[in-house]
């Protein structure tokens, strides 16, 4: 058992509330979530910054050393790595995202090129055993909210974001829903389903008005996948309608077609009977009409209403109101009216449900 001390901690190591100086240990389990420590050896001008536990960004420097959680990664725009099967002391791997997700990269986009290369230092250990110097390995499931498959919002709405794909607007349109639902006086709590640990987007969240906000990260999981997504979903809505919020807004990070678990999600019979809206968000009007047919298609979900860079301007409302027949409103330009057809729509469910039961 050796020492050190960390120069940078992740983000997606909050849940174990790691100090500034820990003990290393040199058997690594190897299993997803595991918090290891690395040095980094490499530097970028690009995608170089990690979200640290206290939610501001840092630039990585060569020589760092950061404490990450093992994972996987399977973005568009970003890097592919997978978990590593086995790890020792001195043996490279790779800083995946902003987060703090660290695997094997076994592909780069080339707007961000290669990813840091890292030095392994040790797994970071945790002493849970009061009195005793008995160290285990520490794992983001430490500290982690409890998780139930069971799905109970109660009356309270929930208003699902999905995208084609990453970056195709989601969070901005979650923002600026949250703000305009919260200036009607509505209480808001909003949640991130799917996607590899980064905090950002809930923070933007909080900074939005929601009163409450989760991430699949709280519930002890780095990267969401078809597996779990579903299971995790049905977690943070349960506990976010605890409280009893006027409303729930929920991201679905990535895309229709990623391999985070949003298909898995929208298969969920439940889950799906619990979505009062559906707003799509698409980079383009082609990916708005594929999108708009997947969900029907697919999912048997209506498109509420489209929103994301398919909306920039009356090119692609119009296109999307004439060809596909669902409303479109910029999330940035047209917040108010983005909002206000959604709550038209919400009270209109409402009502319907009111006469069916």
Known sequence: ?????????????????????????????????????????????????????????????RGDVIAGALGHRRALLGYAGHLPEQLRVGDVIHLLNTGGCLGVCTSSNPDIGPPFDCEVLGQILHFPYLGERIGVPANIGQGAEPMSDRLDVGA??????????????????????????????????????????????????????????MIFTDLGVVTTQRANAPALTRSMLSA?????????????????????????????????????????????????WGGHRQLAERFEIDTTVVTGPATDNVAGTDLIAGRMGVPAFNARTRPSELARHILKHIRQEEVADAVTS
Not at 16 to 43: I, N, S, W, Y
Not at 199 to 209: I, K, L, P, S, T
């Open 156 to 213: 309270v709405p929930v208003v699902a974001v999905v995208g084609t794909c990453m970056s195709s607007g989601k969070t901005l349109a979650c923002t600026s829903l949250i703000q305009e639902l919260v200036r009607e006086r509505l209480k808001v709590h909003a949640a991130k389903a799917t996607g590899v640990s980064l905090r950002r987007d809930v923070h933007a969240m909080e900074d939005a008005g929601a009163k409450e906000t």
């Open 1 to 61: 058992m050796k020492s050190a001390v960390l120069d940078k901690i992740a983000s997606v190591t909050l849940n174990c509330r790691l100090p500034r100086e820990v003990k290393l240990g040199d058997e690594f389990p190897c299993q997803e979530g595991d918090v290891v420590a690395v040095r980094v050896l490499t530097r970028k001008s690009t995608y170089n910054q990690l979200e640290l536990t206290t939610g501001r960004f840092s630039l990585v420097k």
């Open 240 to 288: 976010l309608a605890a409280s009893d919020p006027d409303v729930i807004v929920l991201e679905l990070g990535d895309g229709l077609m990623g391999d985070y678990g949003v298909d898995a999600i929208l298969e969920a019979a439940d889950i799906r009977e619990a979505f009062s809206a559906v707003v799509l968000a698409a980079n383009d009007p082609v990916g708005a």
